[in-house]
C-alpha cells in the first residue's frame, strides 16, 4: 500500500511533459486545461485533477482507494465524491459507462484509462510556465488542485491551501523559425501574417458566440417581483422573496427572455407596486406580481403577468398545494410565463426547465430561507440554513451554489478569510457535480476563480454558461470582469457593454467590475459618465477615484473622505490614502496602506486587483519600495492587465526601475500566453 505522498507522486512529477494527447483531446498541463479540436473544454479544478491521474496512469488499473488517496490526501471523503468525478469526465469526454472509450470502471475495484495517449512538449500546449518551482507548486498553477475537501452529509471540512498562478513565458515565436528567409520574402510573409492574425482573432473573437446574440435577438425583458404576503405574518415573509428568486432562477436558462436579477427586485418586499413605476425604474417590458396567503399546511399562490407598454393583462393564475409542496411553485409559474409570453424554447432549453428532481421539503424550506437571507445579505444565518438544507438533502444542486455564493460574501464582506473561499470552491463544485451547466454555480465558481488569481479556468466556464444561454447578462458581466484582469480590454468593453444592453441595470457591483475598463483605457469621461447616481461607499470611492485621473483634486479627496466617513472599508481606505496624499499627509496615508496590507495578508481576503490599487497610492505617496512589493504581489496572484499596468500613469515614478521592468515582464508573459490560448 502506498503512502499518501506516494499516491500524490502519481500525478507530481517534476519532470512530466506539458501536455497529454489521447483522441482529439489536449490536456494541457501548464494552462490546467482540456482542449479538443483546439477549444477549451470546460472542467472544474477537481475534475481536472482526476482526469490527469487517470491520464498520466494510462493503461493501468487504479483502485478507488489509490484514486482517492491521490485527489483527498489529507482527508476522508466518500466514494460518491470519486463516482461524481468519473462521471464528469465521461461527460467532458463525451462518453458513457455503458460505451467507454476513454475511462473502463472495472467492477467493484477501480478504473483504468484506456486511449492511446501521447506526451507533448510544447507541440500542442499552452506557452510554458516561468519562474516557478516544478512539483506540487506548479502542478497547482491555475487551479486549487492542493485543496483537500470533504462533501458528505452536508459537512466541508479539512482544507489545505492552494498555490495560485504567478507567470507565464511566451511560446516560442515563429518569427525564430523565419530569420533565414530572404529581406522581400520575410515582407511579403510578416504582411501575410499579420493579415491573417487579425481575421484570425476577429472570427476566433465572436465564433464562440451562441446563434441568438450574433443575430441580435432583443429578448424580452421581464422583472419578477417578490411575492406580497397578504396576512402579513413576519414568520412567512422569506417566502415572498425566495419563492420569485426560484422563479427567476429557473427562467434563466431561456434567451429569449432577459430576466432582472433578484437583487435587482429585492427592494419590492412587501410593497404596494405602481406597475409603470416599478417598470420605469426596472427598464422592463413585462412585470409578474403575485401574493399568497399561508393558512397552516395550506398555501394558495395568485399571480399576474403585466404587458406594461400596452398596459394589458397576459395572463393570470392561482396556484394552490401544500406547504411542503413548495418545489411546485416556481415549475408551475414558470411554465405559465412561458406559455403566455409564447416563447419558443429550443430543445436544451426546454430540457432545461424541466421540473426538478423530488427535494426533501423540509430541505428546500431551508433552501428558501438561505435565500431570502443571502438577498438581505445577512450571510452567516444563510450559512446555516443552506448548510442545513444540504445536511438534509444533499442532491439538490442549487442549494449548494447559494452556500457557496454565501461562503464567498462572507469571506468578502464579513472578513471570513481564505477559509470561507475554500468552503465556496468546494460548494460550486458539488453543485457542478450534481447538475452540470448550473448557471448560477457557473457564474459564482467564475467569479472565485478570478478573484483568487485563476482566470484561465474562469472563462472556459463562462463561455459554456453564453452556450446554454446567450443572452444571459451575468456571463457577459463576469467574462468582461475577466478578461479585464488578463489585459483584453477591448474584448472586455465589449462583453459588459453586451451585458448592459441585455440589462442596463448592470453597473458596478462590489467588486468594481466592468465599467474599470474604461477608466484603464484611459476614458475617464466615460467611466465616470456610467457610474450609477448614488452615494453608497463603494461608488464614492469610484467616483474620486475617476476624479483623481482627472486631476480634479479637490472634488476627489471630497468623494474619498465621504466614502471613508460612510463605511471604512478595503476600497474607501485606499481613497482615504489618495486623500492624504492630495492634503500631503504621507504619513498618515502610508500607515493606512500598511495596515490593509497587514489584514489582507492576514484573512486572505481582498482580490489581486484591490492590491493593485494598494501599489498606485504607495506609487502616489512617493514609496516606491512598498509600491513594487504591492505590485509584485497583485501581478502574481492573478492581476496581470498588462497594457493598462504599462501606461498606468499613477506608476509613472517607478518606471525605469529594474524591479518594475522584471514585474511587468511576468504580466506581459501571462497576458500573451492568455491571449494566444483563448484569442488565437
Request: glycine residues 6%; aromatic residues 10%.
Amino acid at each position: 500500500m502506498s503512502t499518501p505522498n506516494q499516491s500524490r507522486q502519481m500525478w507530481e512529477r517534476q519532470d512530466s511533459p506539458s501536455a497529454y494527447e489521447f483522441g482529439p483531446f489536449v490536456l494541457d498541463t501548464l494552462q490546467h486545461a482540456l482542449l479538443k479540436d483546439g477549444k477549451p473544454v470546460p472542467l472544474t479544478p477537481k475534475t481536472y485533477d482526476s482526469l490527469l491521474v487517470l491520464v498520466r496512469n494510462s493503461g493501468r488499473m487504479l483502485s478507488k482507494e489509490e484514486l482517492m488517496r491521490s485527489l483527498w490526501p489529507d482527508s476522508f471523503v466518500e466514494e460518491s465524491n470519486l463516482t461524481q468525478q468519473i462521471s464528469m469526465i465521461r461527460r467532458a469526454l463525451g462518453e458513457s459507462a455503458s460505451d467507454p472509450r476513454y475511462v473502463v470502471t472495472v467492477p467493484s475495484l477501480g478504473y483504468r484509462f484506456i486511449a492511446d495517449v501521447r506526451s507533448c512538449e510544447g507541440e500542442k500546449s499552452a506557452p510554458s510556465l516561468s519562474g516557478l518551482p516544478r512539483g506540487p507548486a506548479a502542478e497547482n498553477i491555475g487551479v486549487a488542485s492542493g485543496i483537500s475537501e470533504q462533501i458528505g452529509d452536508g459537512q466541508i471540512n479539512d482544507w489545505q491551501n492552494a498555490d495560485l498562478p504567478q507567470s507565464l513565458e511566451p511560446a516560442p515565436s515563429l518569427i525564430r523559425q523565419m530569420r533565414n528567409i530572404r529581406p522581400s520574402v520575410w515582407r511579403l510573409a510578416m504582411i501575410a501574417l499579420l493579415v491573417a492574425a487579425l481575421l484570425i482573432t476577429a472570427r476566433s473573437f465572436y465564433a464562440w458566440r451562441p446563434r441568438a446574440v450574433a443575430r441580435g435577438v432583443v429578448p424580452r425583458n421581464l422583472a419578477i417581483l417578490p411575492l406580497r404576503n397578504l396576512r402579513q405574518t413576519p414568520e412567512d415573509d422569506f417566502l415572498g422573496f425566495s419563492l420569485a428568486d426560484a422563479i427567476i432562477t429557473r427562467l434563466d436558462y431561456v434567451s429569449a427572455l432577459t430576466i432582472r436579477p433578484s437583487t435587482a427586485v429585492e427592494k419590492y418586499r412587501n410593497q404596494e407596486i405602481d406597475i409603470q413605476k416599478a417598470a420605469a425604474d426596472l427598464n422592463v417590458d413585462t412585470l409578474l406580481t403575485g401574493s399568497f396567503i399561508r393558512e397552516r399546511d395550506n398555501l394558495r399562490i395568485t399571480y399576474q403577468l403585466i404587458d406594461v407598454k400596452s398596459d394589458r393583462l397576459l395572463g393570470k393564475g392561482s396556484i394552490d398545494l401544500k406547504y411542503d409542496d413548495l418545489l411546485r411553485v416556481q415549475d408551475d409559474v414558470a411554465q405559465q410565463v412561458i406559455q403566455k409570453l409564447q416563447v419558443s424554447l429550443s430543445p436544451s432549453e426546454a430540457e432545461r426547465i424541466k421540473a426538478d428532481a423530488p427535494v426533501n421539503p423540509l430541505a428546500y424550506e431551508y433552501y428558501l430561507r438561505g435565500l431570502d437571507l443571502y438577498g438581505q445579505h445577512s450571510f452567516p444565518l444563510a450559512i446555516k440554513m443552506l448548510e442545513k438544507s444540504t445536511e438534509i438533502d444533499p442532491n439538490y444542486a442549487p442549494a449548494w451554489a447559494y452556500l457557496g455564493a454565501s461562503y464567498n460574501s462572507d469571506a468578502a464582506f464579513e472578513f471570513g478569510g481564505r477559509e470561507q473561499y475554500r468552503h465556496a470552491q468546494a460548494a460550486y463544485e458539488k453543485a457542478l457535480a450534481i447538475r452540470p451547466n448550473l448557471l448560477d454555480a457557473e457564474i459564482f465558481l467564475a467569479n472565485l476563480l478570478v478573484d483568487t488569481g485563476r482566470v484561465e479556468q474562469a472563462v472556459p466556464l463562462l463561455r459554456n454558461a453564453l452556450k446554454t444561454n446567450g443572452n444571459y447578462a451575468a456571463a457577459h458581466w463576469e467574462l468582461g470582469y475577466a478578461y479585464r484582469f488578463a489585459g483584453m480590454l477591448n474584448e472586455s468593453v465589449a462583453e459588459c457593454e453586451r451585458a448592459r444592453e441585455l440589462d442596463p441595470l448592470f453597473t458596478l457591483k462590489s467588486n468594481g467590475s466592468v465599467l474599470n475598463t474604461y477608466l484603464y483605457l484611459g476614458d475617464y469621461g466615460k467611466f465616470l459618465a456610467s457610474l450609477p447616481a448614488d452615494d453608497s461607499s463603494f461608488i464614492l470611492f469610484y467616483r474620486g477615484f475617476g476624479e483623481f485621473h482627472e486631476k480634479n483634486f479637490n472634488q476627489a479627496s471630497k468623494d474619498f473622505d465621504r466614502a471613508y466617513e460612510l463605511d471604512p472599508t478595503l476600497y474607501s481606505e485606499i481613497g482615504k490614502a489618495l486623500s492624504d496624499s492630495i492634503h500631503h499627509h504621507r504619513a498618515e496615508g502610508l500607515e493606512l496602506l500598511s495596515e490593509l496590507e497587514r489584514q489582507i495578508g492576514a484573512r486572505g481576503v481582498g482580490d489581486p486587483e484591490a492590491t493593485y490599487k494598494i501599489a498606485q497610492a504607495y506609487a502616489v505617496l512617493g514609496d516606491k519600495t512598498s509600491a513594487s512589493r504591492a505590485l509584485r504581489t497583485s501581478v502574481e496572484s492573478g492581476f496581470f492587465s498588462y497594457p493598462y499596468i504599462d501606461k498606468d500613469p499613477l506608476l509613472n515614478d517607478l518606471h525605469g526601475q529594474a524591479e518594475f521592468a522584471q514585474i511587468l515582464n511576468i504580466a506581459r508573459q501571462r497576458h500573451e500566453a492568455f491571449k494566444n490560448s483563448f484569442f488565437s
